[in-house]
Structure formats: C-alpha cells, structure tokens
C-alpha cells in the first residue's frame, strides 16, 4: 500500500537499513493521495491536508521509526530511534488487550498493530485507516479524521478463519482463488 508497484521487488529485496530509500512514499502515499480522488466529498480534510504537501509523520512513525512516548496514550511508545526501517515493532510493557480489537491501536487497542502484530489483527484494514488519515491527529491536532475514516477497509472480517487450539494456531491456508464456505 505504501510502495509503488514499479519499486516494490526492489524493496522486497531491500535490506530493512535502507528503507530510508523510500522514506519519499512513507511521507508522500499514493494511496492517501488518490483516495480523495476516488471517492470525491468522502474525504475532504485528507484533501485539504494533502493540498499542504506535508508530509506524513504519522505514517512515517507508524512503519519506519516507531511511535515516540506519550503519542498514543501515556506509557506507550514502540520508537527504535532515527534509522528508518519498516519492521514490526513491540513494546513488552503493554500488557496483552483484555479486550481485543482486531484493528489495533487505530480501533483503541495499544496491544495491537502496530505494536507487534497478533495473528488477528486485521493490517491491511489498519493501515488503509491510516492512510485514509485516522492517525494524523496523532501528529497534527488540528487535523480532524473524515468520517468516511471509519468504514475504510480490506473487507474481511476474518470470520471464515480456523485457527487451530495449539501451536501453529494458523489454520491450513487457501490459495486466492478459493473460497471456504462456513
């Protein structure tokens, strides 16, 4: 989502350490860009907040530094200091969701993506949210999401997935072209 197809093998091939490469798609998405464009009047502050040619810290936090202290709430910070690398990151001292969300720390749980990522954390949804701008707030208080913002996503539930009750947990995988009936 973030990578151009065109340079995407490239940084498939790319060590983490030079993500800093491409840090001009993390501060500049495609995606962020075209969304206003595809769905004229659904997203008018991410348009506007485009229009400024800032670029997005948010998303650079989010995948190629880590989140600094007190960003998302107090205590929570996953920053692994200036070498841009997109890797996951976690921090041990959040304790696991008594409540999980599938959509992380972007549906109010700091236990998720992007910090680490859990077998059901919905990352694609996670993401598009924060490209389509729910996590700008977080580095510009003046911005505020579109509410189009929250029903951005992969369309999968994950409900049709199996896990199984020891380790791997993953259920057998289907290629793309089949689907389960339930």
Not at 89 to 109: E, F, H, T
């Amino acid at each position: 989502m973030i990578i151009p197809l065109g340079n995407k093998d490239r940084w498939n091939r790319s060590a983490p350490a030079g993500d800093s490469g491409f840090a001009a798609n993390y501060e500049n998405p495609e995606l962020s860009n075209l969304l206003p464009i595809l769905y004229p009047g659904a997203f008018p502050n991410l348009a506007a907040y485009n229009a400024t040619k800032k670029p997005r810290a948010d998303i650079v936090a989010i995948l190629l530094t880590g989140i600094p202290t007190g960003v998302v709430s107090p205590g929570f910070q996953n920053y692994t200091g200036t070498v841009q690398a997109d890797q996951l990151r976690l921090n041990v001292a959040i304790p696991p969701a008594s409540k999980p969300s599938p959509l992380g720390v972007v549906g109010g749980d700091v236990a998720g993506f992007p910090n680490g990522r859990r077998v059901f954390d919905d990352v694609v949804s996670i993401e598009l949210r924060a490209l389509a701008g729910a996590t700008l707030p977080l580095v510009d208080k003046s911005f505020k999401a579109d509410g189009a913002v929250g029903v951005v996503s992969d369309g999968l539930d994950g409900s049709d997935e199996a896990y199984l009750s020891v380790f791997p947990y993953l259920g057998v995988p289907t290629s793309g072209y089949e689907v389960r009936v339930a």
